[in-house]
């Protein structure tokens, strides 16, 4: 997954836009890979909960069709009707702003509104998305907690497409999600692997592993939101940023490095970790015109891997790399070394020697070139 | 005696931190089980005052515990034999991590749990993410707390499903401070390690990622078992990754006490990539009984603590330690070697920073991974 951890800078504006929205809603979300693995449930059950303990709590959304359970539960809490467009159903957005509860509970975070006749006269009265609609309610200091299926996740949906083979339609971006104050996994797997006590067949072979496919996604999308949570939290707390759990591979280059084993190798090992892979040059002047091509093959190779690539500005490469390194909690530091004579009595004091004693808390990793 | 009966299926709730609701969820699907027709019964549960959680134990069968004397008082143990006699389909057994008192069968309850599946029974069990050994530094990374009850990752990789128990953390909190998890005293002072905000939300990044780990290397599993028949795995998101080649990794072990750390390190990857891996330490003297005891122990120790692991270790002979790792490595087709960093202020730093400096300068055909201790943030 091609997720990349803001810059300091971002993160920055990030806080900043945190404190000043100290009168924004939460939001929370419950994510699921199937229907029918109890996120409404999950989600009502807490509504019912929240009121319970004296929370001002409403429901703008339901689904068409609710289990049993969902039924009793939704008779509790005070409803505010989809109000309807065209005969189409939404959200009715005016009505919740005037209630103004604490709390509304949406299930169903994907959903498009019906999109009226285009008419350029006339201002369109809803937003066409319905994440649109809680993005709205948000920022008018409501909480929200809604639920959403991993497959309408628009940065995931062709690759879900390709399990599930149904296509979708109304979508949500994957940065609405990252942004939520909360998400929940409800991580219920497929009962035929472990109740199936007796043989399963073919077809339900195939069903399990499309759903375990489905539930390793949302897992790990799940953990880059709380990567977020994690290192916004820490920043605000002025701490140090290495606790996440995420490998991040830092990849170092120079013209002469034998860079494609050590890129390709990185890109390998964060796949493999779902870990991030950053490939980093210190920037040096009067490059002459051939390292400057191989320079910049390296990087094309780096790329084509789908790194995050890095320049870096120093007078010291070692320190600029490793103090990036901190920065940005690296895990793991690919470097090259080349075997030539004499190399034992010249590694004391060269730049892998220096990485490898500077480098608090993370491996190194040193490639014969 | 039934040998024939196929080992039972074992399901792990996996949480991350206590009070996220494993146990509740656990007895959960054991009513359920029940429900449909199924055997089950309570081999073991911790009830810590929960009224919501004992609630779900109603007409669940409960197999006594054992007493055990031990030092003139009396603990109490999961009875596996008594659980074997009674013969249930089904078997629920909260707190898979756990130690047995000394005087009880087995070390581990794990342990305990393996006789339950050998003879065919299905096991429900609970655990939190933080007794993982391969997490171990991370953990005491991430808490401060050093946990010494840990479970080799094997184990749980064999474990037929991963469930992650989910709960936001502030939620959690609030259990905790409405006293649902702890007694007063005890939550005051969980919130001074494994409860802290930060601590929380990091173990819980953990144990996501595990999860999907775990979910993604059964699925491995079968495609493997199920062979060329199976449809190619999904390319990932932003198209193919180079093929993979086989990974051997080797981890020098020594005294040390960072040699844990490596071991740890060193199989994780190991895990994370399919690779196989070995570990070895090199003697000048060969056989275990010439070498001074001090020595020899803890050589010994380390090297049992990777074979628990299930790594193939072994201790070698040889005058040069650098030259005696890479013709193992050689001989056996090893990609990556995995060393402790020296610490500087430690003894023998000076030779062992040799030592790294020998095996990179000899290491023409293999990558080199320096591995440093983790700090605390």
Known sequence: ?369 | MQPTAPRGKLKVFLGYAAGVGKTYQMLSEAQELKRKGLDVVIGYFEPHGRPDTIARTEGLETIPRRRIEYRGAVFEEMNTAAILARRPGVCVVDEFPHTNVPGSERVKRWQDVDLLLDAGIDVLTTMNIQHLESLNDHVWQISGVRVRETIPDWVVQQADQVVMVDLAPEALLNRLLRGVVYTPEKAKRALENFFRESTLVALRELALRQTAHEVEARQDRLNLQQGAGSEPPAPSEAGETPAPRVDRILIHVTQDPSTAMVIRRGKRVADYLHADCFAVAVHKLGSPESIPAGERDALERHLNFARNLHIEARLLQGEDVAETLLEFARLNGVTQLFLARPVEHRAGAFLRRNLVHQVVALAADMQVTIVAERKRG
Not at chain 1, 113 to 137: A, C, G, M, Q, T
Not at chain 1, 171 to 183: C, G, H, K, S, W
Not at chain 1, 339 to 360: E, M, N, T
């Open chain 1, 1 to 369: 997954m091609e997720t990349r951890r803001p810059t300091p800078e971002e993160m920055l504006r990030l806080c900043e836009a945190e404190e000043d929205g100290q009168s924004r809603g939460r939001l929370k979300v419950f994510l699921g890979y199937a229907s029918g693995v109890g996120k409404s449930f999950r989600m009502f059950d807490e509504g019912r909960r929240r009121k319970e303990r004296g929370e001002d709590v409403v429901i703008g959304a339901i689904q068409p069709k609710t289990s049993g359970e969902v039924a009793e539960i939704i008779q509790k809490i005070e409803v505010v009707p989809l109000r309807h467009v065209d005969g189409s159903p939404v959200m009715d957005i005016p009505a919740l702003l005037a209630r103004h509860p604490g709390v509304c509970l949406v299930d169903g975070l994907a959903y498009d509104n019906p999109v009226r006749p285009r008419d350029p006269f006339k201002p369109v009265s809803h937003n066409s998305s319905r994440w649109e609609d809680v993005r709205d309610l948000l920022a008018a200091g409501v909480s929200v907690i809604t639920t959403i299926n991993i497959q309408y996740i628009a940065e995931l949906r062709e690759r879900v497409e390709t399990l599930t083979h149904k296509h979708v339609g109304q979508t949500v971006p994957r940065n609405f999600l990252y942004n939520a104050d909360e998400i929940v996994v409800v991580d219920a797997p497929p009962d035929a692997t472990f109740q199936g006590f007796g043989s399963t067949g073919e077809e339900d072979a195939v069903r399990a592993r499309r759903l375990s496919e489905l539930r390793e996604i949302a897992l790990l999308l799940a953990a880059d939101v709380v990567d977020r949570q994690l290192e916004s939290y820490l920043r605000r707390n002025g701490l140090s940023t290495t606790l996440g759990a995420q490998e991040r591979i830092l990849v170092c280059v120079t013209p002469r490095a034998n860079a494609r084993p050590m890129i390709e190798s990185g890109r390998r090992n964060a796949d493999r970790f779902h870990g991030e892979l950053i490939v980093a040059y210190v920037r040096q002047p009067d490059l002459r015109p051939e390292d400057q091509a191989a320079l910049d093959g390296h990087l094309a190779v780096a790329r084509a891997a789908r790194a995050q690539i890095e320049i870096l500005d120093g007078d010291e490469a070692v320190e600029a790399i490793l103090d990036f390194a901190r920065e940005r909690g690296v895990t793991q530091i690919f470097v090259g070394h080349s075997l030539q004579k004499g190399w034992l009595r010249r590694l004391r004091g060269s730049h892998v020697d220096r990485i490898i004693r500077g480098a608090d808390g993370m491996d190194v990793r040193v490639f014969p070139h």
